[in-house]
C-alpha cells in the first residue's frame, strides 16, 4: 500500500520560499493533494491535482509532482502561513495521508 | 457551499460501538461526492477511515476494515460511522467531509476532500 513521507517540521523566515515534500513510490503517477490545518481548526484543501488551487487560496500556494516526490511551494511565507500541512493521494481503493509537516515562520 | 457538522456522544467506553453522524446542508446526500470519516488523534497526523457513495457503495481504510460500518440516511440527509470495539487508541478528533472525485486531464483518477466539518471529539475511556 501506499506509504507517504513527509518531514516532520520545516522553518523559514518570513518573506522566504517554503518547500514542503511529500515522498512515495510513484507518486508522479498519480494525483497529490495539499491541506493546511491551522492549530485548534480542521484541515483546508490548498492544492489539488498536484498543482491546482481552490478559490479563496493565495496565489503565493502552489504544487508539483514528479517522479517519487510531490512539492508544496509558499512563496513570501507570511506568519498566517505557520500550520501543520499534510499531503494526500489516492492509492486503489483508499485515500493515504503524509504524517504531516509542522511549518515554522520566524 | 456544502456545510457538515458531526454529531454524537464524547465518551465511549472500552469495548463498545463508537457512533457519529454528519449531518449535510447546502447539499443533498444524493450529489455525486464521496461522504467521507477521517480522525486525528490529538497531536497526531490524519487517517483516512472510509467513505460512502450516494449510492450506497462504501470503501475503508484496510487498518480498521473490520470494525467499521458507514452508513447513510438520504431522508435526513446525514450520514453515519460506527466504530466496534474501541480501545483507547480510538481517542481522537472525528472529521466528516466531502470528497471530489473522477479522472483528470492527465488521465489520473482524482480524489479529494475540499468541505470537512468542524470535527467531534470522542474519549474512549471507562
Known amino acids: 500500500s501506499q506509504e507517504l513521507t513527509q518531514p516532520p517540521s520545516l522553518s523559514v523566515s518570513p518573506g522566504q520560499t517554503a518547500s514542503i515534500t511529500c515522498s512515495g513510490d510513484k507518486l508522479g503517477d498519480k494525483y497529490a493533494y495539499w491541506y493546511q490545518q491551522r492549530p485548534g481548526q480542521s484541515p483546508v484543501l490548498v492544492i489539488y491535482k498536484d498543482s491546482e488551487r481552490p478559490s479563496g487560496i493565495p496565489e503565493r500556494f502552489s504544487g508539483s509532482n514528479s517522479g517519487n516526490t510531490a512539492t508544496l511551494t509558499i512563496s513570501g511565507t507570511q506568519a498566517i502561513d505557520e500550520a501543520d500541512y499534510y499531503c494526500q493521494a489516492w492509492d486503489t481503493t483508499t485515500a493515504v495521508f503524509g504524517g504531516g509537516t509542522k511549518l515554522t515562520v520566524l | 457551499q456544502v456545510q457538515l457538522q458531526e454529531s454524537g456522544p464524547g465518551l465511549v467506553k472500552p469495548s463498545q460501538t463508537l457512533s457519529l453522524t454528519c449531518t449535510v446542508s447546502g447539499g443533498s446526500i444524493s450529489d455525486s461526492f464521496y461522504w467521507c470519516w477521517i480522525r486525528q488523534p490529538a497531536g497526531k497526523g490524519l487517517e483516512w477511515i472510509g467513505h460512502?457513495?450516494?449510492?450506497?457503495?462504501?470503501s475503508y481504510s484496510p487498518s480498521l476494515k473490520s470494525r467499521v460500518t458507514i452508513s447513510a440516511d438520504s431522508s435526513k440527509n446525514q450520514f453515519s460511522l460506527n466504530l466496534s470495539s474501541v480501545t483507547a487508541a480510538d481517542t481522537a478528533m472525528y472529521y466528516c467531509?466531502?470528497?471530489?472525485w473522477g479522472w483528470g486531464s492527465r488521465g489520473y483518477y482524482f480524489y479529494y476532500m475540499d468541505v470537512w466539518g468542524k470535527g467531534t471529539t470522542v474519549t474512549v475511556s471507562s
Open positions: 467531509a466531502s470528497a471530489h
Open positions: 460512502i457513495y450516494s449510492s450506497g457503495s462504501t
